[in-house]
T-cell receptor, first 113, second 112 residues
Framework: DTGVSQNPRHKITKRGQNVTFRCDPI?????LYWYRQTLGQGPEFLTY????????KSRLLSDRFSAERPKGSFSTLEIQRTEQGDSAMYLC???????????FGEGSRLTVL | GQQVMQIPQYQHVQEGEDFTTYCNSS?????IQWYKQRPGGHPVFLIQ?????EVKKQKRLTFQFGEAKKNSSLHITATQTTDVGTYFC????????????FGQGTRLTINP
């Protein structure tokens, strides 16, 4: 499968714990995006990378959130000291900047108890 | 805050009826995209519109981009049960960084 891969698909954690999600984009795509989606809402932009450089981070993102893309390939999104309000679907997408079409992964669903 | 707005939030139709969702941006967009998300699925790209006043068709789906590049619409003719899902518009902002801003979506349900 050459699509965008995300894991884990589901994560249930207790408040205060740290969680990390991984995204493997389509290999030839140089741009990688993280979005968050809650029920009944559209995907909300979190951050994006061009190759290994993180070029923008949403102001909505607190300092508990950090993302990396160390070699310009896969990316990780870490949430520290999780809160119940962090419960959501975390979507990763990649694109070839020439087309602009985003290819989304299946998402990682986080539930914070 | 939300820069791309969609209406209606929900739409329920009888199979065979038409459906339209509207998208409005507070700022001029460089281009606009439409995505479909099936229940339990992830957003899947449908189309991109770039030019002012552009109209594109995909079988029963017609997409329009406004003259001012601030609004767009998706019209489905003679809906089928396979059209069920949430339709999102998403705009690339002209100013600022290269991020795609999504509307909140229109959820379409169909009575067979």
């Amino acid at each position: 499968d050459t699509g965008v891969s995300q894991n884990p698909r589901h994560k249930i954690t207790k408040r205060g714990q740290n969680v990390t999600f991984r995204c493997d984009p389509i290999s030839e795509h140089n741009r990688l995006y993280w979005y968050r989606q809650t029920l009944g809402q559209g995907p909300e932009f979190l951050t994006y990378f061009q190759n290994e450089a993180q070029l923008e981070k949403s102001r909505l993102l607190s300092d508990r959130f950090s993302a990396e893309r160390p070699k310009g390939s896969f990316s990780t999104l870490e949430i520290q000291r999780t809160e119940q309000g962090d419960s959501a679907m975390y979507l990763c997408a990649s694109t070839d900047q020439n087309t602009g079409e985003l290819f989304f992964g299946e998402g990682s669903r986080l539930t914070v108890l | 805050g939300q820069q791309v707005m969609q209406i209606p939030q929900y739409q329920h139709v009888q199979e065979g009826e038409d459906f339209t969702t509207y998208c409005n941006s507070s700022t001029t967009l460089s281009n606009i995209q439409w995505y479909k998300q099936r229940p339990g699925g992830h957003p899947v790209f449908l189309i991109q519109l770039v030019k002012s006043g552009e109209v594109k068709k995909q079988k029963r789906l017609t997409f329009q981009f406004g003259e001012a590049k601030k609004n767009s619409s998706l019209h489905i003719t003679a809906t089928q049960t396979t059209d069920v899902g949430t339709y999102f518009c998403a705009g690339w902002l002209i100013q600022g960084a290269q991020k795609l801003v999504f509307g909140q979506g229109t959820r379409l349900t169909i009575n067979p």
